[in-house]
């Protein structure tokens, strides 16, 4: 699987939009960009995943780069409740393993 | 929909003694996956199953690690002798693999303090 690499940490005020990026310059052809994100003390939740086209869901928007070497997981309204560690993973989509990194430590403040 | 449910939730136990993870994946689910998160070394995978057969156990710290999943509704994860070191938060993932999308659903973790 492909590494990826995201800021260490990251502020955004409440109400904007957050916008996380992440680079997997040596994502493969059949790998898929998954976005997860974990609330202090929770279990990681899986929050959207995308192969080349944009993608939207009730909690996200995702943005690949036409070369696919880099995304963005787009917050539009962020709340104190999304305050958490955001994942990008990038991985084969039939089953298998996620390996996580570091993430990106998202403050997002009154 | 419970989620899956992982017990118990804390654990405090002395170096020496065997320890046991219990985990419900939800149901209809066909893989199970179990991690271990530390400060150190973040959200690690020890083991997988995929139909209740492990496929992939390389994450396994050692041989005191074992897991089992003898139905597609229970999972095991045993620790013996426990050591300082096993002191983690341990999560199980249940997914369906090959499913649109194929995603893990984490449940709340076992915390687990070895004294």
């Known amino acids: 699987d492909a590494k990826t690499t995201q800021p260490t940490s990251m502020d955004c005020a409440e109400g904007r939009a957050a916008n996380l990026p992440c680079n997997h310059s040596?994502?493969?052809?059949?790998?898929?960009v998954y976005w997860y994100r974990q609330i202090h003390s929770q279990g990681p939740q899986y929050i959207i995943h995308g192969l080349k086209n944009n993608e939207t869901n009730e909690m996200a928007s995702l943005i690949i780069t036409e070369d696919r070497k880099s995304s963005t997981l787009i917050l539009p309204h962020a709340t104190l409740r999304d305050t958490a560690v955001y994942y990008c993973?990038?991985?084969?989509?039939?089953?298998?393993?996620?390996?996580f990194g570091q993430g990106t430590e998202l403050s997002v403040k009154p | 929909d419970a989620g899956v449910i992982q017990s118990p939730r804390h654990e405090v136990t002395e170096m020496g003694q065997e320890v046991t993870l219990r985990c419900k994946p939800i149901s209809g689910h066909n893989s199970l996956f179990w991690y271990r998160q530390t400060m150190m070394r973040g959200l690690e995978l020890l083991i997988y199953?995929?139909?209740?057969?492990?496929?992939?156990d390389s994450g396994m710290p050692e041989d005191r690690f074992s897991a089992k999943m003898p139905n597609a509704s229970f999972s095991t994860l045993k620790i013996q002798p426990s050591e300082p070191r096993d002191s983690a938060v341990y999560f199980c993932a249940s997914g369906l693999a090959g499913g649109r999308p194929d995603t893990q659903y984490f449940g709340p973790g076992t915390r687990l303090t070895v004294l």
């Open positions: 993973i990038v991985r084969v989509s039939q089953g298998g393993k996620l390996i």
């Open positions: 040596t994502i493969s052809g059949n790998e898929y």
């Open positions: 199953f995929n139909n209740n057969v492990p496929i992939d």
